[in-house]
């Protein structure tokens, strides 16, 4: 009983442990961009989210229809821009994107100051836009 019972807590551990990385991850790459410009015109007035989709991913279509949800619920003049990661793949390379979904949040005078991969919240996204 006593060796089930130190297996999951050593099992909880290593899970919480792989997300912590994960994460850490996450924030590393993110920072790397975070300060520069995104080298895509932009509208130069509002901020904006770019976000990196590809054809045929679940992922994108989830995270669409989150943008979808945050846009009228900002006041800010929020502008949001699909790219084709396979038609626009010179931008996906010189950007960074290995894969979809990735979305850019960036302020007024086009500064990146997120960038995520994978499926984002409209939470985190809102705190961006928040700081823009």
Request: glycine share 8%.
């Amino acid at each position: 009983m006593i060796e089930r019972t130190a297996l999951a807590a050593l099992l909880i551990a290593i899970v919480i442990a792989a997300g912590y990385a994960a994460k850490r991850i996450e924030l590393r790459r993110a920072s790397k961009w975070r300060g520069r410009e995104l080298l895509v015109a932009g509208s130069g007035t509002h901020p904006e989210i770019v976000m990196f989709f590809g054809p045929r991913c679940a992922a994108c279509d989830r995270q669409k229809s989150i943008l979808a949800e945050l846009v009228p619920n900002t006041d800010t003049g929020l502008r949001v821009r699909f790219v084709d990661a396979v038609r626009e793949q010179e931008m996906a390379l010189r950007l960074g994107v290995r894969s979809v979904p990735t979305t850019f949040v960036t302020d007024s005078a086009g500064i990146i100051l997120a960038c995520h991969t994978g499926v984002v919240g409209a939470d985190i996204l809102s705190e961006y836009l928040a700081a823009a």
